[in-house]
């Protein structure tokens, strides 16, 4: 019989099903959480919200435990990689909210169109004001998604029963799925450029902190309307206040904000915005989903099942041999993802010398590694095929005898849009990842840590200029290494100990031997 820790109230039907299933349920008092990690020893899952934060220290205390489930999408409040280093899977419910944050977001988007929060504080403190609420009508009008997955595609689904032209942008995102879908798909500046509504529907990660900053909400057309319902975090809210006191933007709408709750209420409490407090999931319909979501997911990974929506599931069952070649696989995949320019179609995981038992493992850890820095932790190890299916990515696997250089080794070929990028590499004594094809070109290197890859002419002085112009910004160069095609063609890959600002790269790229920079993060 399982003992499972609740730690955060959620809905009565998932405590129902957990009950049901024999397991011993406890729910935490107030009292009791103030010494959590007094109690949770002797349980085997933990349930929490977003009121508990599952800190490395936390789980050290959780000596039997064996999963914490997320009732919910994100996994902020939980150290992921302390879970993962002490073998505890962490699981949650991504989709349960779906439906309920793709409704909020269109509430918003009314409520901002029509001026209904102003009109109801109006009314309801006794003045009766109909000229001075004008709004504005979505029929006719552009609305740009950014971030097309669940939910952007639902919001898409009800912007044109308002008969809305919808744009799009996702990384991955393939043309032939945007037609199907009776979408336009287009850049992020060009998105941003052409809606009279923008919508963003991104997760949090390194690459989308502040994606859209004062320079992309200059891009917006004036007198366009903002609508964040996805992550806080993702919008420079500094830069959105002066967007609107400018008035170049008319509006915003926010359910979520970069810190949760906010210490300065001074966005909230302008006359242009519309507020609500990170409510997209509090229906009741949500709230039920998540519960029973969680604990489906708690009891399917008590009892060892792979397919649970867990963040960071090992393939425990390929044993301690194949975990080497699965964390190659992935970085392969992390790698080429990020060199990849967009409109992605096709992803094809080539294996060579490799035992059959490890195709599907590998398969999916590269398809994990090249979704995870659009998706952050939206992607796993069970929903990453999932994922790609979705956005129209087809993924083909393939094995092939060992190679003449190397007895065994991972591939991964990106292809779509028009562009392709193609990776590969292998083990260095059983353990040991390394990059050995590159772009056509014969090199190795470690995949990890901050990268900076340069294509250029070959030609005299310039790795002299690389290390100039790196080193007068301060940022060191740990190791490089070269190829070439030919005398005309070549290219390096520099291990950085800090990652390069956007201003070094523009000089980067203005060094007349440069063709391309691209600084990808392996960390």
Not at 58 to 69: F, I, R, S
Not at 105 to 133: D, N
Not at 326 to 335: F, K, M
Request: proline letters at 4%; hydrophobic letters at 45%.
């Amino acid at each position: 019989m399982y003992r499972i820790l609740i730690s955060d109230p959620i809905n009565e039907t998932g405590l129902e099903m957990l009950r049901a299933s024999g397991a011993e349920v406890h729910e935490v008092t107030a009292e009791e959480k103030q010494d959590l990690a007094s109690i949770l020893p002797g349980h085997d899952a933990l349930v929490v919200r977003s009121g508990t934060q599952v800190t490395a220290e936390l789980l050290a205390a959780g000596t039997d435990l064996k999963v914490v489930g997320r009732a919910g999408i994100g996994v902020d409040n939980v150290d992921v990689a302390a879970a993962t280093e002490r073998g505890i899977l962490v699981v949650n419910a991504p989709t349960a909210n779906v439906l309920s944050a793709t409704e909020h977001t269109f509430a918003l988007l009314l409520a901002l169109a029509r001026r209904v929060p102003a009109a109801h504080a109006s009314l309801s403190g006794g003045a009766w004001e109909r000229k001075k609420f004008v709004g504005v009508e979505l029929q006719g009008k552009t609305l740009g998604v950014v971030g097309f997955g669940r939910i952007g595609r639902r919001v898409a689904a009800r912007a044109r029963a308002f008969e809305m032209k919808v744009l799009a942008y996702d990384p991955f995102l393939d043309p032939a799925v945007a037609e199907r879908l009776d979408v336009e798909m287009g850049s992020l500046d060009e998105v941003l450029a052409g809606a009279d509504f923008v919508t963003l529907h991104t997760p949090l990660t390194d690459e989308t902190r502040n994606l859209v900053d004062a320079g992309k909400l200059a891009l917006m057309k004036q007198g366009a309307m903002l609508i964040n319902c996805g992550r806080g975090g993702v919008v420079d809210e500094a830069a959105l206040a002066e967007a609107l006191d400018s008035g170049h933007l008319a509006g915003a709408a926010l359910d979520v904000f970069a810190q949760e709750p906010p210490e300065d209420y001074s966005l909230m409490a302008h006359p242009k915005v519309v507020v609500t407090p990170h409510i997209g999931a509090q229906t009741h319909e949500a709230q039920t989903r998540i519960a029973t979501q969680t604990a489906e997911m708690v009891l399917a990974a008590l009892d060892g099942s792979l397919s649970v929506t867990a963040v960071n599931l090992p393939f425990s069952s390929t044993g301690s041999r194949g975990e080497p070649f699965i964390a190659l696989a992935e970085q392969i995949g992390r790698l080429a993802g990020q060199l990849f320019p967009g409109g992605l179609s096709k992803v094809e995981v080539s294996l060579w010398g490799i035992d059959d038992a490890l195709r599907r493992p590998l398969g999916v850890a590269a398809v994990k590694g090249v979704l995870t820095p659009v998706m952050g932790d939206g992607v796993n190890y069970v929903n990453a095929e999932g994922a790609a299916k979705s956005r129209g990515v087809e993924v083909v696997s393939s094995q092939h005898n060992a190679t003449a250089d190397y007895p065994q080794m991972v591939g991964v070929r990106l292809t779509g849009g028009g562009g392709e990028v193609e990776v590969a590499g292998t083990l260095v004594g059983e353990h040991n990842p390394r990059v050995v094809r590159f772009a056509g070109f014969r090199l190795e290197f470690r995949p990890a840590g901050v990268l900076l890859v340069v294509r250029n002419l070959d030609v005299p002085g310039v790795v002299g200029k690389l290390g100039t112009l790196l080193g007068e910004a301060g940022v060191n160069i740990a190791d490089i290494h070269l190829a070439r095609h030919d005398e005309s063609d070549a290219l390096a890959v520099l291990r950085l100990d800090s990652r390069p600002g956007v201003a070094v790269l523009e000089r980067l790229l203005g060094l007349d031997e440069v063709q391309e920079a691209r600084v990808v993060d392996l960390t």
